[in-house]
């Protein structure tokens, strides 16, 4: 393949298919975005270990593709699901993957975790929390997390198993209760309550 049809072969979007909680998906992404030619184990994992009802509204923190937010916007068809991210190009191909797959109750924009979410709040919050934001980052997150939670609302992060001594003091010290849900050899989902 000469360069120029190579240039032109990794512009192309990267397709794949996939079935996330029994739903039947189809991902259009690129290079640069993050696991662009899979669902990753931490994703799945969460995945597999969220609760979802109907009716929830969620949000989805640093959506990527969307993979996390689509599956909770089909689980939740009587709900509105945000998908955000602070990635312009991952919100588009969320947004795009929502067209796709015919998920109509779906936000898709641009924000650094809630800062353009308005005053809008959420039954379920969920994230797979990069590792390498640092400490204060994640307390934003977790913080404005709480404040957007109606009472008993959820939020699920999954992280690195590495993280997961830190999430569990985080999450004791700014919702005041911690649950493990999952922990796998290399990644830990976890979940907290905003207090009735």
Known sequence: MDRDAYIR???????????????????????????????????????????????????????????????LARLAPEGRTCLVDKDFVAVDYAARNARINGIDNVDCFLSNGFSHAGERRFHLITSNLPAKVGKEMLYLYLYDALDRLHPGGRIYVVTITGLRRFIERAFKEVFGNYDKVKQGRDYTVALARREA
Do not use: K
């Open 9 to 71: 072969s990794l512009r192309e979007d990267l397709v794949f298919e996939d079935r996330l909680r029994d739903q039947p998906l189809t991902f259009h992404t690129t290079w640069g975005l993050f696991s662009p030619r899979g669902i990753d184990a931490g994703t799945r994992l969460l995945l597999d270990h969220v609760q979802v009802n109907p009716e929830d509204d969620c949000f989805d923190l640093g959506c990527g593709y969307g993979p996390i937010g689509l599956t």
